[in-house]
């Protein structure tokens, strides 16, 4: 199912997320349920298959596809999306590192091969140059590569593709501005806001945005190849080149022919002593300078050039093809470690998968009896048949689309905590069911986290929820405590913080205000964990 994803539609999914947070701030979170399970009614529903369970990935990827489609319904056209604009601006670097590589390989080449009859070309500063400094680079990039194995550490500690990558966002950002000039201004800043948080949120996909400037490197290695390759044989084939070898350090022309009998090992098994200069023809293309170079054997001048085009592809093509496999199959693996559980993936499913519900009150219609233990009001949901929206009273709304969840409930909060109404709002707001409730206390203690990781296993649990009252801003400890949290559980596990307003004398679930909200989310957001989500618990 992951060859469905490109890394265009991870920009455009976190995009549309985030506009997804913007209009639940001004217009509420009913907006989005509605929107969202229209969606899978009308057009994601009557695709799947009857017979088996929906992919989450695939129910994602749909959802986005509708998206993307709506945007451009609203747009008059293609609308300007990260995706689309990243999808560009790659394309014009892949063809730009192509050209420029090829372009300076053969330049360079050309000035080194250029020969006037009167000197053979240094066969000593060729190789060092085309060779020789590319196969320092590259046993540099294996020493790096080893080095961060042991550390621990993935591309994106690479200081290079980290500037680099900082240079192509800033560009992608500033191209935004050339699109947006016919929006309408509340939606040209949403778009803004939107795209500006794009760059942080990629950090939820570890390694898989660096992935392409890696293989951009290597393009631009393979081509730089092969435009010193191609110039080398076009002069082999139109001029009568001469080479020789030269050194004011004093070797011999034994040293000299084992050296190269060494380099040549990667093809001479295979072609023969044939393509590369035996002893004599070394010892006859040396260049002494008080002795002149008239002298010289021209089959000893011309034997160079088969050892110079096949060390070039061995040491310098080669080795640059097999890294650009070897980036693909990285960006492949990175692409197949992305879970889809991060809490927006998780609330979009909730959102998709559960139906609608809404309270019908005695004055609007209701003739059934209400008893002093059942709830005020019914629900009623809506399901399709034969097109149209038809009522029916269910036993339970259908919940747990996400799977088992851990509920944290700091030690002040237990005793006020009813878990039969904690439960329901988990089911409701998230689309979780509680597998067990802990009791805590904010404090480093093995002894917890220990019963913490064996709850999670137990339960096979996706996610945890720690139960906050947003009135209290969150304070260092608390901070210090979620990432305690992290270190317990899996990097892609959500943790939720569900928040609760200013308890009454009935109920400990009361809704949150929007300034309180705001701030907890802010605070969080320095964590820099994308899988933590502050959620208000009881919603509008």
Same mark, same amino acid.
Request: some cysteine.
């Given at each position: ?5 490109? #890394? ?15 209009? $639940? ?34 129910? #994602? ?5 509708? &998206? ?73 990039? =294996? ?142 293309? &040396? ?32 080795? &640059? ?56 009001? &019914?629900?009623?949901? @809506?399901?399709?048949?034969?097109? =149209? ?22 030690? @002040? ?99 949150? $205000? ?27």
């Amino acid at each position: 199912m992951k060859d469905l994803w490109r #890394i265009p539609d991870f920009l455009d999914l976190e995009y549309f997320f985030i506009q997804d947070n913007i209009l $639940t701030e001004e217009e509420g979170v009913a907006v989005l349920k509605e929107r969202d399970r229209k969606l899978y009614l009308d057009a994601i529903a009557p695709t799947l298959d009857e017979t088996a369970d929906p992919d989450r990935e695939w129910l #994602i990827y749909r959802w986005l596809q509708e &998206r993307r489609s709506m945007e451009n319904e609203s747009s008059g056209g293609q609308a300007l999306l990260p995706g689309r604009m990243w999808y560009e601006l790659y394309g014009l670097f892949w063809s730009l590192f192509s050209f420029l590589a090829m372009a300076s390989g053969a330049g360079l080449a050309w000035s080194f091969l250029s020969y006037s009859g009167k000197q053979p070309v240094n066969v000593s500063l060729f190789f060092l140059v085309f060779v020789g400094l590319q196969l320092c680079f590259l046993i540099a990039l =294996l020493l790096l590569w080893i080095y961060r194995r042991i550390r621990g550490f993935d591309l994106r500690s690479s200081f290079l593709l980290s500037l680099v990558n900082r240079g192509l966002s800033g560009l992608l950002f500033k191209v935004r501005k050339y699109g947006m000039n016919s929006m309408a201004s509340t939606k040209r800043a949403r778009f803004a806001a939107a795209l500006a948080a794009v760059r942080t949120r990629g950090k939820g996909y570890g390694d898989l945005f660096y992935w392409p400037l890696f293989l951009l490197f290597q393009l631009f290695g393979v081509a730089f190849n092969f435009g010193v390759l191609g110039v080398l044989l076009v002069k082999v084939a139109s001029s009568d080149l001469a080479f020789g070898w030269q050194s004011t350090i004093q070797l011999s022309s034994t040293f000299v022919a084992d050296l190269v009998r060494w380099i040549a090992l990667p093809w001479s098994w295979l072609l023969g002593s044939g393509s590369y200069p035996d002893p004599s023809q070394v010892d006859g293309s &040396r260049m002494i300078l008080k002795d002149g170079f008239y002298h010289l054997v021209n089959s000893d001048l011309v034997s160079w050039w088969p050892f110079l085009c096949l060390a070039i592809c061995s040491y310098g093509l080669l080795p &640059r093809i097999l890294l650009f496999i070897a980036g693909s199959v990285g960006r492949r693996r990175s692409l197949a470690r992305i879970t889809f559980r991060r809490p927006d993936h998780n609330q979009l499913l909730h959102r998709l998968l559960s139906p609608r519900l809404e309270t019908v009150t005695k004055e609007e219609g209701e003739d059934e009896a209400i008893s002093s233990g059942a709830e005020p009001a &019914r629900w009623k949901q @809506e399901e399709r048949r034969g097109g =149209l929206d038809v009522p029916k009273r269910p036993s339970q709304p259908r919940d747990g689309v996400n799977g088992a969840l851990l509920v944290l409930v700091p030690d @002040e909060l237990f005793t006020e905590c009813d878990p039969v109404e904690l439960e329901r709002y988990c089911q409701r707001t998230c689309g979780y069911l509680v597998s067990d409730i802990m009791r805590v206390e904010f404090a480093e203690d093995e002894e917890f986290t220990t019963l913490l990781r064996e709850a999670l296993l137990k339960h096979n649990c996706t996610a945890l929820l720690l139960l906050q009252e947003a009135w209290q801003p969150p304070i260092h400890e608390l901070l210090r405590f979620l990432k305690i949290l992290r270190h317990c559980c899996d990097k892609d596990m959500s943790i939720l913080v569900g928040l609760v307003g200013k308890p009454t004398s009935e109920t400990l679930f009361t809704r949150v $205000t929007d300034t309180d909200l705001s701030i907890w989310r802010q605070k969080t957001v320095m964590l820099e964990d994308p899988c933590l989500q502050v959620l208000p618990l009881v919603e509008v």
